[in-house]
């Protein structure tokens, strides 16, 4: 796929991120078009339509580290540890899908505890997943930065001063969201899970997150930098070439993908790229609806797996939208079970 960087796409979502809302109340209509993954395996391990396990929760587990500084690579660098909490059925199954939700905030904000992330993760973790709710560092930790990327943002004409650290603040978000997803695969034994059935769900930023560890190259997002850069590089497990098998986005964009381009001149989106559910409201403010259709005309020219769910009338962290008569968490249950072709019981 050489589909060329479009600074209209790059721009619109981006530049309005904010923190998570409460969401829109009542019910809103829904249309979706849906593109099934081709070429998928059934492999072993049920899961349930319904609650069916006990939860364990297992707070603030280390993932790795990552550096903070006073600013972008300011000479001062503090390792500081990444944290996760799971949440794991109570049954013993070995192996078990998973998923790892990533929460907005717009970059500058949010937590892996608050409302969303709990929901989803014990969602999915009573009907048989294990699940990961993580935390990741924002643009206050100010992380570090490949010279490739600072250079880039700074020197591009096509960005405002105003925006550039929060687009900045996206590479350490990345990076810190892949080591997680390679830190359960590492740790697959240990809690029971198939490497091969992780799949990722993120709301806003999250989902800008999320879309990017869908879309990028196994290395995006962590080989920029060497161990000399940025020491903790050697403990993000970046010998486990671990790839979403799914991803639910809501109300995210397309920018950290996109980036990449803006970087090295090379396009990332192509038909290998993780099935992605599209979920986005045509009221949104926050990151316009036409980020939802771009994504859409992406996925319908690599011919990468897709779905759209569009919510009619809902504006942005419309968590408490139903289609159908269906939550967003059910929802995203639907997809990941059938893109992955588990067994639902």
Not at 48 to 69: C, K, M, N, W
Not at 156 to 179: C, W
Not at 299 to 328: K, R
Request: hydrophobic residues 45%; proline residues 5%.
């Amino acid at each position: 796929m050489t589909e060329r960087f479009d600074p209209r796409f790059f721009l619109a979502g981006v530049w309005a991120l904010l923190v998570l809302g409460c969401g829109s109340s009542g019910s809103v209509d829904s249309g979706a078009s849906t593109d099934a993954a081709a070429g998928m395996q059934s492999t072993s391990g049920a899961v349930f339509q319904a609650p069916t396990f006990g939860i364990e929760t297992r707070s603030d587990v280390v993932y790795g580290q990552g550096l903070t500084h006073s600013y972008w690579n300011a000479p001062d660098p503090v390792a500081r540890d990444l944290l996760l909490d799971v949440y794991l059925p109570i049954n013993d199954e070995t192996d078990r899908p998973a998923i790892m939700f990533i929460h907005g905030g717009g970059f500058v904000s949010g937590d892996k505890a608050t409302a969303a992330p709990v929901e989803f993760a014990r969602y999915f973790a009573e009907r048989g997943f294990v699940s990961l709710s993580i935390g990741y560092r924002l643009l206050g930790d100010y992380g570090t930065l490949p010279a490739s990327f600072n250079d880039a943002i700074d020197t591009s004409p096509l960005l405002i001063n105003t925006d550039r650290d929060q687009i900045k603040a996206m590479y350490p978000a990345v990076r810190d969201a892949k080591a997680a997803l390679r830190w359960l695969a590492a740790n697959a034994d240990e809690y029971g899970v198939d490497p091969n059935r992780i799949s990722v769900i993120g709301g806003s930023a999250g989902s800008f997150i999320a879309i990017a560890i869908g879309a990028s190259d196994i290395d995006d997002y962590a080989a920029e930098l060497n161990a000399d850069e940025d020491p903790t590089i050697t403990s993000i497990n970046l010998d486990e070439p671990v790839i979403a098998a799914a991803v639910v986005n809501h109300w995210g964009g397309p920018a950290a993908v996109t980036l990449l381009d803006l970087v090295d001149g090379r396009s990332r989106w192509g038909p290998e790229d993780a099935p992605l559910s599209i979920v986005h409201g045509t009221a949104d403010a926050t990151v316009a609806y036409e980020q939802a259709l771009e994504l859409v005309d992406v996925y319908q020219t690599t011919g990468a797996a897709y779905e759209l769910v569009t919510l009619d009338g809902a504006g942005h962290a419309a968590w408490n939208a139903t289609v159908d008569g269906q939550s967003l968490t059910a929802l995203g249950f639907s997809f990941i079970t059938r893109m992955l072709e588990l067994d639902v019981r």
